[in-house]
């Protein structure tokens, strides 16, 4: 299935989705460099920076060799309802969830071989709308639009460029979420019904999805949003 | 691949079609019992253990009973794989309603019979998967075929009713969306076009990656779908179309 010896570059490689594609990677034998506000001790190369700061973003890319593949997961979430949202909050996660995936392709841009694969990861959240995560949502819309508009771009290189849509995932992200609402013990018992599959994802199974569209396995899949939710889309 | 000891079962029909061969294939290779449907007698892929049954998709006795015989030999059934279809090119100003009925009832009321008589084998799994071939053309209208186009964004329909109706006993139900895929069934509509050379480069311009699929690629959507990998996807169509529905 892996074939490629070239790196695969994950946005956001220490948190829960990121570390578990890192091991993924790691165990069929694949070099996974992290780029993350925090370590990612499992990684081949672990290199801490803040995803949104261009500068940053270019120099670490620069100093990689060739990518066989790039992975945007990190995200932040910011809690607001548009008329309360401060500015700052709303521009931090467009500057992390959609600036932050626009750089990395940006600048990954250069490294990455012929036939590599780009695989974004959005949300379920890009297509509904709830209280109070104003922001989250139309970032992770945005980079439905980024995607697709990629994909286009970067055909002619036979670059894949694809997104997974996870529904709630079981992960330390989701933790500090809930932590924030104001029921987030009611929301997460509700959680599991709120999936056809009656539970949350593992942070394992979204890193499958994301693995298989890294695979030469998917080398007919671009342009294409791949939703790993559980039936959650479905049941609503 | 499925990560179990014992050898996992799959029924797939329209095997002997274009890209049904290439799905026996991979299943085959991954390890899988395959039995095998279809109108015309598929070939069992080499080295493969299974069973192949001509069956008229169509007709409800004979389904059942090819259900029954896949019950007998292997007890159970892991993954459900439908890809029997036909294609007929007519406007509906001038459409039969014989063609009509007969596109309906082997593009998608073949897979509500397969799907009837193939739960109760798919119970007996553990981490069991149907998935049906839907098309771009779901989505993307093509003038002279209302039929093919109608059947297909049925097909969609279905599975997310399907998912819903069976997701709370573990069996997951998506769907594979190609685009164009070089396989007998678009030589059969080439033939069947006044200008063929004209689709032939259509089919090029239609796909960002400027090519069609082919059956492999399908094939491997197919096989991952109804892997332990897919764990948390249901009621999803996956697109396989090499960036045509991106392009329209």
Known sequence: METRAAAIAITGGAGGIGSSLVRRLRTSG?????????????????????????????MAFQRLDALAGLVCIAGTN???????????????????????????????????????????????????????????????????????????????????????????VDTPFTDRALD?????????????????LGRMAYPGEIAEAIAFLLSDEASFITGTEL???GGYLRKR | MRGSGELAVAAITGAAGGIGRDVARAFANAGYNTALLDRNLPCLPEATQGISTAVDLTRPGEVAAAFDRIGCEFGKLDALVNLAGINHCSPVSRMDADDWDRMMDTNVGSMFLTAKH?????????????????SVSGHVASPDYPAYVATKAAVESFTIALSQEVGPRGIRVNAVAPGWVNAGFTDHAKSESEDPAR??????????????????????????????????VTGQTLFVDGGFMRKH
């Open chain 1, 30 to 58: 694949r070099r996974a460099v992290s780029l993350d506000l925090r370590p990612c001790p499992e990684a081949t190369e672990s290199y801490q920076l803040d995803i949104s700061e261009e500068s940053a973003v270019a």
């Open chain 1, 78 to 168: 910011m809690r607001g309802r548009v008329e309360e949202l401060p500015w700052e909050d709303w521009r931090r996660v467009m500057a992390v969830n959609a600036r932050g995936a626009m750089l990395a392709i940006k600048h990954a841009s250069p490294r990455l071989e012929e036939g590599g694969s780009i695989v974004l990861v959005s949300s379920v959240s890009a297509h509904i709308g709830t209280d109070g995560y104003t922001a989250y949502h139309a970032s992770k819309g945005a980079v439905l639009g980024l995607m697709r508009a990629a994909s286009g771009e970067f055909a002619p290189r036979s670059i894949r460029v694809n997104a997974v849509s996870p529904g709630w």
């Open chain 1, 180 to 196: 924030e609402t104001p029921d987030g013990e009611a929301v997460r018992a509700q959680a599991a019904d709120a999936h056809i």
């Open chain 1, 227 to 229: 939703i790993a939710d």
């Open chain 2, 118 to 134: 193939g739960i109760p084998l798919l119970e007996r799994s553990v981490g069991p998967a149907i998935v049906n071939m839907a």
């Open chain 2, 199 to 232: 689709l032939d480069e259509a089919a090029r311009d239609a796909h960002l990656l400027g090519r069609m699929a082919e059956p492999s690629e399908v094939a491997a959507a197919v096989l991952w779908l109804c892997s332990s990998g897919a764990s948390f």
